[in-house]
């Protein structure tokens, strides 16, 4: 195998895209898709290219995304192109240690999250190449899982403006719906689910997402109110989890939560304060939500995956609205982890006016198709992107 890892990085490209949102449902349109005070109206990001000396490419997608991560794109382009011109020449065995590798290109300097996991999955995107020419058959990785998705419902729809949407996920086969909750008055909230619980059948889940709009009195108040019962049935029997229910002070409050309304927790944005160097999970904490492209660093989202399987914690991959390479990684992460059937949060596409692919992606069944993605070369539309840099 060790002659296979004695290339060196020898090209770099990085391409910029621009995606609009689509004007989606709502008084507000796309602006209620994302953030806690709106979003942006366009998708903007990266894609770098690297090539090896054996002529192997590997893509990664670097795309902060207003209201999610801290780093602006405009930062990011900056240390990218102070990154990307000190890259050729590098081993592709730097690849497996990246600490040492973003140490080495870039001393003395942080490295945005985004950054690194751009960079990062390109490199490792070599090294995948690599070792699916050389292991035999029966050893190599399987890509050909069918993942499962969970449905995105817009936080801009209101009572009354659900069925069309309901409808579209339930015809593409989704048994599993995503709810923005605590934007809108708690009252409307619940009537909000309590339409989704009359309208959908009895097989599809729910899963809410508060972001942490919620203080912790009024998150427990909101709980208490779902677990009423309606027609015989209480909102909690159909629900999986609520992320971030409240505005994260201390782990105490997630059990407490948990025991007083008897809804588990979901952990985003709050993952890596909650779990803290120790990686202890809470009582009440029954889902790890994953964002790779803020989280950073292909080695922690790996520990992240460990810890999880150890406390026996489903985790729930979630995209940030990539538009193409990051897209595909998140798929891989989900097969060769071997939780293809949790319902990943990959409906995001769906709300771009475009993508980066030839081929548009399909959820069929109330799954993507991962063996679609065995073949970069072939995957994107570059006449969709600008190069903006390249190294030599």
Do not use: H
């Not at 998150?219 to 208490?224: I, L, M, N, Q």
């Amino acid at each position: 195998m060790k002659k296979y890892l004695d290339g060196c990085i020898e090209n770099v490209k990085v391409f910029s895209y621009s995606i609009p949102f689509k004007e989606f449902g709502g008084e507000s349109g796309s602006r209620g898709l994302i953030g806690k005070n709106g979003g942006p109206k366009v998708r903007e990001g990266l894609v770098i290219e690297l090539k090896d000396s054996k002529g192997i490419v590997g893509y990664g997608e670097i795309a902060p995304l207003e209201g999610f991560n801290s780093e602006t794109l405009l930062q990011v382009k900056e240390q990218v192109y102070e990154l990307g011109k000190n890259l050729p020449g590098t081993s592709i065995k730097e690849f497996d240690e990246t600490c040492t590798l973003f140490s080495r290109l870039l001393p003395g300097v942080e490295v945005f999250p985004s950054v690194k996991f751009g960079v990062e999955t390109a490199g490792l995107n070599i090294l995948y190449r690599i070792f699916d020419e050389v292991m035999p058959e029966p050893e190599k990785p399987l890509f050909e899982k069918k993942i499962r998705v969970n449905g995105l419902l817009p936080s801009g729809l209101g009572v009354g403006e659900l069925r069309p949407v309901v409808d579209e996920i339930l015809k593409q086969g989704m048994k599993t719906i995503k709810v923005k909750v605590g934007r809108r008055d708690m009252d409307e909230d619940i009537e909000l689910i309590r339409e989704l619980v009359e309208i959908l059948p009895q097989d599809v889940r729910l899963r809410l997402d508060a972001n942490g709009c919620l203080d912790y009195e009024t998150a427990v108040k909101f709980g208490k109110a779902l677990g009423e019962k309606v027609s015989g049935e209480s909102f909690i029997e159909r629900i999986d989890y609520i992320e971030e229910p409240f505005a994260y002070k201390s782990n105490v409050q997630f059990t407490r939560f948990y025991e007083e309304t008897g809804i588990g927790v979901g952990l985003d944005e709050s993952l890596l304060k909650v779990l803290g160097e120790k990686f202890r999970v809470p009582k009440g904490v029954c889902a790890f939500v994953i964002k790779p492209t803020i989280l950073g660093g292909m080695c922690l989202v790996m520990n992240l995956f460990d810890v999880a399987c150890l406390k026996r914690i489903p985790v729930v991959v979630s995209s940030c609205f990539e538009c193409g390479p990051g897209f595909i990684e998140l798929c891989k992460m989900i097969t060769l982890n071997n939780i293809a059937s949790i319902p990943a949060g990959l409906d995001t596409f769906r709300y771009l006016g475009g993508d980066l692919f030839l081929k548009p992606i399909v959820i069929e069944n109330g799954c993507i198709d991962a063996d679609a993605f065995r073949e970069p070369e072939r995957l994107y539309d570059f006449g969709k992107m600008k190069l903006e840099f390249q190294w030599p």
